[in-house]
Structures are given as structure tokens and as C-alpha cells.
């Protein structure tokens, strides 16, 4: 199964793939499912304005486009031009846009676009008042993060080698930075960073704000440790370390000379110093924001002012600080959710953030300094097809196997009965340093409307805590965040929402470990599984894809020590011959270039030859393998709907749940 292209493998996937599309397809109020998706998802999304110059970017998908375009207007009540459309590149849509960068004056813009959800980004430029396309083409820009200069000359970016100059399979890291002049030969670029770093590190470059002498890259070692070196370009100096060696975080932002830096370094909720950029030793550096009792998420300097992102209770705040420290405000949101993106400029007069929340569609507010600098509606999708008042989120507090207390949200219907049978999905991540705070996903309400509870339980591994929460969930401690998923489907079942066999679970990627970890280690507590692009052999997943970056997060069994923790939890490992295991639909995707393949193939082949239910139809293990895709970034609308089709039917069978009733 580790072989994709071997004859055994490939035999093995279309006969597993007749089996799944036999079962699903003949599953009663598919059409239904399948229109009501469609119209769900015509919601489309929206992104958050930057600005560049006179210009305004923001990305946008409406009705049945598969892809987000990249707009931009001619000042703020400009008409959206389309800039970049990627949608006319494929027309199955599997071309995605990956990112962009604006230059500081708005005259170009930096994007890069992948196909098959490979996320490989080919980077180009455009000219944004024209639309026309410079020449300058660069591959293996996944890692590109662009720094333009002030005078959008050129950027620097990062790049991964060239397949030859290092050993087979490692051409995936080695991350370096490059500087690129405009209408050059990018294999002309110079190198400028990152000789001396390992393989596994990846560098960021970032200019200051206001001018092209100080140059900082922050290199990420892992999800609990990053370093900062600093060079200053006008002396024409080596770049000098400016951290402690110390296993934190840090990340700057440099203005006027200043480095501001947002670091968890003896503060695992976050905080703020600063120093002079000549100076930038430790010893020098000086705090402005302390820790508080909320997670500092991020700071950004906007319109001469510190706007720092918070996460309390896993929901967002955002207050505003001079470049000193002193509080100014804290910014009025339109109520408990999430903020996704800030978008502003250090000399900027306005400012721009998404929020949204469970009940929220993806709203955009401004915030313009001009005249008081009140947050106010600026653009939010149109749910016309949602009432979203017609349903009520809470937030309830469980004890886990070890008596730490977890929050998890709990949606649903208003006036909804909770009869101790309701069908309930139940999804978590846990891991990586990532918070699931309350977000907006339309094909949720499909669910509910049903009568369907959801559930998203905020899990140790993430971040809403901050980085002593993080740390309880990795490595060594990665089965507190198992224990804490089933103490959550525990609480649901003993306050009535549902019980065993009305109880589903989801999730992808490291969610994708949580669920195969949960289904393994408790079977009977749930009836049905939804296990996306998941980690399930822990022992060999690091010998595959980019997975040797997250050794920092589980460890690797190469490492006798570590073996011994991640063996005790790794899913395919703890398969019991004959044991009744609940349903299970196993979603991979070819093209995913983060977490192989061969994981799901795996661990069904193991589960349909082991488990007492592996050749039932009525409690099946499902293999479901989508083509020309990838881990889900930049999925194209027409393939959601298809695989949230099966999702939804899978779920509304396994639960005895009958559509349109």
C-alpha cells in the first residue's frame, strides 16, 4: 500500500472503490443531499482586504465558481476587477490559487497556483493596472512567503531545492531564500539565507515596514520553537542571531528602527517587547505588553498602533496599543466568534478584519481612523438560503480522564429536544498549536437542519490556552488529547444529547489521527466514523511526503525511546481481529503532498481483513480516494460537493437519520 503505483495497490484501490461508490450510491436521498450541498455552498467565501498603494486585494468565490479570484479596486469605492482568476486555468477547477503578495505600492503582485491539490506553488507576477503577466516565472515556491522591497524592484521568497542537488525524497525541505529583481532569470538568484539551517527548518524573510535596511528571518524549528536573525543591509553585515537558543516562539515586526517581538519566551499566553534594531541582543530588549489571562494570538502594526489579536475561551478579542504599550481601546465585535485575518498598513488610515462565528457568515468590517475608527460593516455573504437566528450555539465545560477541564461548543436547532438519541457529530483536532474557534461552514447546516447536533470539542494539543495547553498534547502527553476527545463524546452522551448509536465522529489530517485513535481505543462509544487525510500508521508516517516536519509534534519511531508512546496509540497498530468496529468512511485524496496516501489505504485493507464488521454492508469500512486533489486546500467546489455528498449520506444512513423529514 506504501507502493501507490504498485499493481497490488492499484488492484486493490478500484475494488475498494467499487465497494464504497456500491454502498453509498444506493443510499436513499442522495439527489436530495446532493441539491440541498449545492445550494449551501453557493454561498461562496470572502477574504480580507490588503491594501497596496491606492489599490484594495481580497479574494472572492461566489455561486458555483470552484475557485476564489483575486480582485482589486481602484481606491475603496472602486469596482472589483478581477486580477487573477484561477478558474480559467482548468476547467474542472483544479488549478488553485495559492497565495499572493502585493507589492507595498501596488503595482505587482507576487501569487503562486498549484494543480491537483498538490499545494507545489509556480509563482508569477502580475501587473495589477494592466492585468498582464511579467515573465518572471519561479517554481517549487511552496514555501515563498514574498518580502517586497519598498520600491517593488524585487522580493525575496523561499525555495526548495532542485530535484538532484540533495538525496531523493528530501527535495521537499532544505528551504532557503532567494532575492529576485524583476524581469531577471530566477536561477540566477542569489542565495541570501539559510546555508548553515537544517534540512527540516524553514526560513522566512520580512522587510521592515518602512524601509529596506533591516532584514529579519524567522526560522521555524517545529511548532514549539523558532529563531530570529536580523541583518542590516545598508551596513551590508551578516545576518546576527537576535534570540536565546531557548525552545520558544518568537516573530518580529521592525518599524522606525524598532523590532517589536511576539514571543511565548516565559510566557506561555503570549507577550510583546521591543528593541532597537542596532541593538537587538536579549539583554536589550524591553516589554510593552505583558501577559494576560487571554491568549495573545498575534500582533500587527496598523496606522502607527499595535492591533493585537487575543483568544479568550477560544473565542477572538482585539485591542489596540501605542507603539509604547499603552492600551488604547478594545475593538467592538458583533459578538462571540473569530477573527480570521487583519488586514492594514503601518501608515495605513484604515484597517480591515474578517469575522465570523457558527451562526456569522464570513463578514468584512472596516475600520476607518479618518473618522473615529469604528469597526463597521463592509461586505458579508449573502445566506439567504440560512436563517442562521433559527439556530443557538453553547459552550460547556467537561472533565477529562485526568480531571483538566476542556471546553467543547455545542449547535443545534433552537427548540430542538434532546432526547439522549439525538444524531450528533462530534469533531476536534488537537494538535500543531491550532484552536478551532467558531467558524462558519454552510454544508453544517444540512446537518442541523435534519435535527442534528454538532459538536467541536477544543481539545489539549491546540492552542486556545496557549503553549502550555500545546504542549500537553504532544509528543510524549499526545494521549491526553485522545483521552480528552472521549471524554467529550462521554458528556454528550451522559447529558442526553445522544447516545452510542446516534453518536458520529470527524476529522482530518491530525483529526484524522484523533478519530482512527478514538475508534481504536473505544469502538463501542460511536457508531459511525468520518476519518479524512489521515495519520494512522504513527511507526512509518515520517519516511513519507513532508512528514519529517512534524517529528517535533509526535516524534518518530526511529527514536527507541519515542517509539514506545507513539506505538501505544498509533490506529493501525491496535486493530483487533474480530472485533465489531463502528462504520468507517476512509477519505484520501492522489494528490496529497502532506499526509500520504497510503495511510487510509492501509488501514482499511487491515480493518475490511480483520474487523468482525469488515465485509458488512450495513457497517462497512469505506476507502474513498479522490482524484486530481490533495489534503483539501484549494479543493474546487464541484469536488466538495461530491465528497460532502457521500459525507452527509454516510453520516444520515449510519444514524438512521431520513432526509427532508
Known amino acids: 500500500m506504501e507502493d501507490a503505483d504498485s499493481a497490488e495497490t492499484r488492484e486493490f484501490v478500484r475494488a475498494e472503490l467499487d465497494f464504497t461508490r456500491g454502498v453509498l450510491d444506493a443510499l436513499a436521498g442522495r439527489d436530495e443531499i446532493h441539491r440541498k450541498l449545492a445550494e449551501l455552498l453557493s454561498i461562496g467565501s470572502i477574504g480580507t482586504p490588503h491594501l497596496g498603494g491606492k489599490f484594495y486585494f481580497y479574494v472572492r468565490r461566489e455561486g458555483s465558481q470552484n475557485q476564489a479570484v483575486l480582485l482589486v479596486r481602484d481606491g475603496i469605492h472602486g469596482t472589483d476587477r478581477g486580477l487573477v482568476d484561477v478558474n480559467q486555468m482548468a476547467s474542472d477547477g483544479t488549478v488553485a490559487l495559492d497565495w499572493w503578495a502585493p507589492s507595498d505600492d501596488g503595482k505587482y503582485v507576487a501569487y503562486g497556483t498549484s494543480a491537483g491539490g498538490s499545494e507545489e506553488s509556480t509563482l508569477r507576477v502580475v501587473e495589477t493596472a494592466t492585468g498582464k503577466l511579467l515573465p518572471d516565472t519561479i517554481d517549487r ?257 467537561f472533565s477529562s480522564k485526568d480531571g483538566t477541564k476542556v471546553p467543547m461548543f455545542v449547535f443545534y436547532k433552537k427548540g430542538l429536544v434532546l432526547n439522549g438519541k439525538n444524531p450528533t457529530v462530534l469533531t476536534g ?128 519511531a526511529d527514536d527507541p525511546e519515542q517509539f514506545e508512546f507513539i506505538h501505544a496509540y498509533s490506529p493501525y497498530h491496535h486493530v483487533k481481529a474480530g472485533v465489531e468496529y463502528p462504520a468507517v468512511l476512509f477519505m484520501t485524496a492522489d494528490g496529497d503532498s502532506r499526509v500520504d496516501p497510503m495511510h487510509a489505504k492501509k488501514m482499511a485493507a487491515l480493518m475490511r481483513a480483520e474487523a468482525g464488521n469488515g465485509r458488512s454492508r450495513e457497517r462497512p469500512i469505506l476507502l474513498r480516494v479522490e482524484p486530481k486533489a490533495g489534503h483539501g486546500v484549494g479543493k474546487p467546489i464541484n469536488k466538495q460537493i461530491e465528497e460532502l455528498t457521500d459525507v452527509y449520506s454516510f453520516l444520515f444512513w449510519q444514524l438512521g437519520v431520513v432526509v427532508g423529514r
Open 429 to 556: 483536532y488537537g494538535g500543531f498549536n491550532i484552536s478551532l474557534t467558531p467558524s462558519f461552514a454552510a454544508d453544517r447546516y444540512l446537518w442541523l437542519e435534519q435535527g442534528g447536533v454538532f459538536a467541536v470539542a477544543n481539545l489539549r494539543g491546540g492552542a486556545e490556552f496557549g503553549e502550555e495547553w500545546h504542549r500537553a498534547g504532544m509528543l510524549g502527553k499526545k494521549q491526553n488529547v485522545f483521552d480528552d476527545f472521549i471524554a467529550a463524546a462521554e458528556y454528550l452522551i451522559a447529558q442526553e444529547y445522544t447516545d452510542n448509536e446516534h453518536l458520529a465522529i470527524r476529522g482530518g489530517s491530525n483529526g484524522g489521527l484523533l478519530v482512527g485513535v478514538a475508534l481504536t481505543q473505544r469502538p463501542e462509544l460511536f457508531r459511525a466514523v468520518v476519518c479524512a487525510v489521515p495519520l494512522l500508521d504513527m511507526l512509518r508516517y515520517q519516511h513519507f511526503q513532508i512528514a519529517k516536519l512534524w517529528i517535533p509534534e509526535y516524534g518518530s
Open 141 to 397: 515556491a511552496r514555501h515563498a512567503n514574498v518580502a517586497w522591497k519598498k520600491d517593488g524592484s524585487g522580493f525575496y521568497y523561499g525555495r526548495t531545492p532542485r530535484k538532484g542537488d540533495v538525496p531523493a525524497g528530501e527535495e521537499v525541505y532544505h528551504v532557503r531564500i532567494f532575492y529576485h529583481a524583476l524581469r531577471t532569470d530566477p536561477e540566477n538568484d542569489r542565495l541570501i539565507f539559510g546555508e548553515h539551517l537544517g534540512a527540516q527548518d524553514v526560513p522566512v524573510a520580512q522587510l521592515a515596514d518602512d524601509d529596506d535596511r533591516w532584514l529579519l528571518f524567522t526560522v521555524f524549528e517545529g511548532y514549539t520553537k523558532t529563531e530570529m536573525f536580523l541583518q542590516d543591509l545598508q551596513a551590508g553585515t551578516p545576518a546576527v542571531e537576535v534570540t536565546s537558543g531557548k525552545d520558544f516562539s518568537y516573530s518580529g515586526e521592525i518599524l522606525e528602527g524598532q523590532l517589536y517581538v511576539f514571543t511565548n519566551e516565559d510566557a506561555p499566553r503570549y507577550r510583546v517587547l521591543r528593541v532597537d534594531a542596532r541593538n537587538p541582543g536579549r539583554s536589550n530588549w524591553r516589554e510593552i505588553i505583558p501577559e494576560s489571562d487571554a491568549v495573545l494570538k498575534g500582533v500587527q502594526i496598523v496606522h502607527g498602533m499595535l492591533f493585537a489579536l487575543y483568544e479568550k475561551n477560544a473565542t477572538s478579542l482585539l485591542k489596540i496599543f501605542n507603539l509604547d504599550g499603552t492600551f488604547l481601546s478594545e475593538v467592538t465585535l458583533p459578538g462571540l466568534g473569530s477573527i480570521t485575518e487583519i488586514g492594514g498598513k503601518w501608515d495605513s488610515d484604515e484597517a480591515f478584519f474578517g469575522f465570523q462565528s457558527f451562526t456569522v457568515p464570513p463578514s468584512i468590517y472596516r475600520m476607518d481612523f479618518r473618522e473615529g475608527g469604528a469597526a463597521t460593516l463592509w461586505a458579508r455573504l449573502d445566506t439567504a438560503s440560512i436563517d442562521p437566528s433559527a439556530y443557538e450555539v453553547s459552550q460547556v465545560w
